[in-house]
């Protein structure tokens, strides 16, 4: 019996010895993490630093029950979050989280909405994609509805008309239907200058030279003392 025990002591004292032969870094505190499924630390050829970064920090190497070299307490990569951290330890931060499960909604006729991580923070960010409608043939701004209530002034008269207050002209209005502009309608044209104190001709100038300009006038007999006249426009009359 005594035998036995004296036999059983030595396997227990080779034991320890070959755990401390196989696992050195019980006595001493190495950064690690695990990569590939093996514990890795500075001086390995798997070392890979970005393991060893973000929420990946404060591991160290020891050994198990069995005397095989573990990476202790060591916190992998997990999922990518909005926080401020690099949660997959990759070197970045909050890059491509997972979006909030709420929906991100915009409230303009037309529009775009997403979710955005910044600064920590997850944002709603939208955009208004409509705009003033043109004459197209689409819904610009996004009321269902296309080259809808458009109109526009427009001229085809002299370019040098003038449109002043004494101006007998007057601008015409135009459409648009199936994104085309209709016609010119309703204007009104020069026309031969009267003696009545508007701009008949649109030039600018008013009762200048009109038609009745020089026309005779007078008795209806051109004998003795009558002679016939010629008219001159003077404040709106001949």
Partial sequence: MIFFHFFVIN???????????????SSMEVPCHMHDGR???????????????????????????????????????????????????????DERPREPEEKCSHSYNCGSAQWSCRNAEWWCDTEDLSAPETCNGKDDDCDGNSDEALTKQCWEGPASSKFNKQSTCKKGTTSCIFGEWTMCSGEKRPRPELCDGMDNDCDGRLDETPETDGQACGPENNIGACQLGKQKCVDKEN
Avoid: Y
């Fill in 39 to 93: 514990p890795q630390h500075p001086k390995s050829d798997g070392w890979d630093p970005l393991l060893a970064s973000g929420d990946c920090k404060g591991s160290i190497m020891g050994c198990d029950e069995n005397g095989n070299a573990i990476c202790q307490r060591w916190e992998g990569p997990k999922e990518e979050l909005c926080d401020g951290r690099d949660n997959d330890c990759d070197g970045r931060t």
């Fill in 11 to 25: 396997i227990i004292s080779c034991s320890d010895d070959e755990v401390r032969q196989s696992c050195p870094w």
